[in-house]
């Protein structure tokens, strides 16, 4: 169908962008019943989950990284499975194993805990590679295969990981791979004193996710994860984000910088963050307001820049942001497209 001349037609309608933001609503006031005072991690969370994404969560011991993974998962009616991982973990405790039936006399596969809408990995960085890298195939294809047979996992498909620093004993840091395939990732932070007063109160008395029931299902997620899809980009913004991930492989203190992967990452949490906005286009305030939680933990700084005794997530956030502010946006990027037919 033809269009005049300086006007964007919609992509995604109007009515799938404002029932995800109702679905959007409905998840995180669910989540803030158990979580106090993370209202950001916990949109971020979201984004991720609308993107589909995979979330890694980093931080220390006690700040509720299991506890809101825990959250959002229990938030939706959905296959969720825990995988805690430890030295000892084996691939095939992840994805699955054949077992021989002596009934049928042949081999049948039995599916691993991947086998689920929502995966929660607990304490990733403290298995072994081996253990880590069974879920390479399944976050990037959505697949897994088993003695070379293939098995396709259900949408949606999400893995909320939590790590602590690498800095503590018996942690050992991600593969770049790895991390690479995480859309994104946070850090939860102690909470404020009136945050933690109110978790003592609360928390004190009961397990807050006994009281967490779902609110939508797997069904309406994979659904709103479609429309999200259909969220327009402009051609501007999308040069910008080219630009601004072509960036990191030309700093001074990055020795790796971001993938192609991390572009397209980029560009599906935006539309995200803009449909969770209620709008059906992406700004480029969506793509600064995500490049940090995005990027930053993709890129290998040089040895000597961390040798300043500055966290390295601390560094590559830093240079993150000093990138958005250098790289220049296109003026009409930042203009809001005419709206027609809602």
Not at 209 to 223: M, Q
Request: hydrophobic share 45%; charged share 25%.
């Amino acid at each position: 169908m033809a269009t005049e001349p300086g006007v964007l037609h919609w992509h995604a309608p109007a009515a799938d962008i404002d029932h995800l933001y109702e679905v959007a609503d409905r998840i995180r006031r669910s989540a803030e019943t158990v979580i106090d005072g993370k209202s950001d991690v916990i949109n971020t969370a979201l984004v991720v989950l609308f993107a589909e994404g995979h979330l890694l969560i980093e931080d220390v011991p006690g700040v509720g990284k299991t506890m809101l993974a825990k959250a959002l998962a229990r938030s939706i009616d959905a296959r969720v499975r825990r995988i805690q991982f430890t030295p000892d973990l084996l691939p095939s405790d992840v994805t699955g194993v054949s077992v021989y039936n002596q009934g049928t006399r042949d081999f049948e596969f039995r599916p691993g805990p991947v086998f689920a809408n929502i995966v929660v990995g607990d304490e990733i960085n403290r298995a072994e590679p081996k253990a880590q890298s069974a879920l390479l195939e399944c976050m990037e294809e959505h697949q897994v295969t088993v003695d070379g047979v293939t098995y396709r996992l259900e949408a949606p498909f999400m893995v909320i990981a939590t790590q602590n620093p690498i800095e503590m004993d018996g942690t050992r840091a991600l593969p770049e791979a790895q991390r690479d395939r995480f859309i994104a990732r946070v850090s939860m932070g102690y909470p404020s004193p009136t945050a933690e007063l109110a978790m003592l109160d609360n928390h004190g008395r009961s397990d807050p996710l006994t009281g967490v029931v779902p609110v939508t299902n797997a069904a309406e997620v994979a659904k709103l994860a479609r429309v999200v899809r259909a969220v327009h980009v402009s051609d501007e913004v999308r040069q910008y984000i080219v630009d601004l991930v072509g960036a990191t492989r030309r700093h001074p203190e990055i020795t790796l910088g971001a993938s192609p992967r991390a572009a397209l990452h980029l560009i599906r949490t935006a539309r995200a963050r803009a449909a969770m906005d209620r709008r059906g286009y992406v700004l480029p305030d969506d793509v600064q307001a995500l490049a940090s939680d995005v990027l930053s933990h993709r890129l290998l700084l040089h040895p000597e820049i961390t040798l300043s005794g500055e966290p390295t997530n601390d560094i590559a956030a830093r240079i993150v942001s000093d990138l958005i502010a250098r790289v220049p946006v296109a003026r009409s990027a930042s203009a809001r497209p005419t709206r027609r037919g809602r």
